[in-house]
């Protein structure tokens, strides 16, 4: 089971051409088949997500490494986390402006290093002893994101709201089940437009923006980062997996979560998130083959999850 999303948010058809559109969908197909075959070649759940995130990092389409959004200062600086289910290892970094694969530097440093997290500069130091894939900051701009960075300093400039909260869509995301049963789940992002005094939002926290146990789910979330953070989306949502399971065996043990069970957690936890003024959406996947979906944004956005059966 495998699937994949490019972020969630509306993208207003008249900012969107038909060409766009299909590149998006074109761009999420190509990844979700990417990841789809890691799998049925016997290939892990973690190798799969990171897989399917380089491949979009290197997409101008998404809101990650190339195409990311500027900071207020006009520089790109990027977040990712990934995390594996068989042994709720994790490995993020926030604030990297040279790597051009975040999320395989969080990998690294899941795999490399006694730490979880790591930021700027020491996250970038971490990536030149890895010897993972560098390249200047100018090549992950985008004129498309360059003009939403002065659009937003003319509205502040006008009194408006600078906040880049009506576009959260480009943030990339996937969760994996493999063949022995495993989860994983991997987010990579730019963040917001504009951000200032080193905003970090979700995902590159792990059990805000990316989750994954064995006992519950792998969940990748993308949206208004700061209300994700404060209900811990992605461990909130595997929490209440685990529990409902744990509740299913005791009474029958050979019966498992159903799809409606799945879905009605899921759909809970981000109107909780929604209740507080957030939106945004998850994808999930469980260790017995159930794979949904939650937005609370417009359902048929062209940055929608895809997902393989």
Known sequence: MFATHGGAGVIERDNLSEEQDAAIRAALSH??????????????????????????????????GRGAVFTYEGNIEHDASIMDGATRAAGAVTGTTTVRHPVSLARRVMENSPHVFLRGLGAEQFATEQGVARVENSWFETDFRRRALEEMRA???????????????????????????????????????????????????????????????????????????????????????RMAAQEVSVSDPAAIPSDADIQQIANGVINEMAALGGSGGVIVTTPWGHTVYSFDTVADSSTKELRSP
């Open 31 to 64: 990844a979700l088949g990417t990841g789809s075959a890691v799998l049925a070649e016997g290939g892990t759940s973690i190798d799969a997500v990171e897989a399917t995130i380089r491949e979009l990092e290197d997409d101008p389409h998404f809101n990650a």
């Open 155 to 241: 509205r502040e400039a006008e009194g408006q709201s600078a906040y880049d909260v009506d576009l959260k869509y480009g943030t990339v995301g996937a969760v994996a089940l493999d063949t022995h049963g495993n989860v994983a789940a991997a987010t990579s992002t730019g963040g917001l437009t504009g951000k200032r005094w080193g905003r970090i939002g979700d995902s590159p926290i792990i059990g805000a923006g990316t989750y994954a146990d064995n006992r519950g789910c792998a969940v990748s979330a993308t949206g208004a980062g700061e209300y994700f953070i404060r209900v811990g989306v992605a461990h909130e949502i595997c929490a209440q997996i």
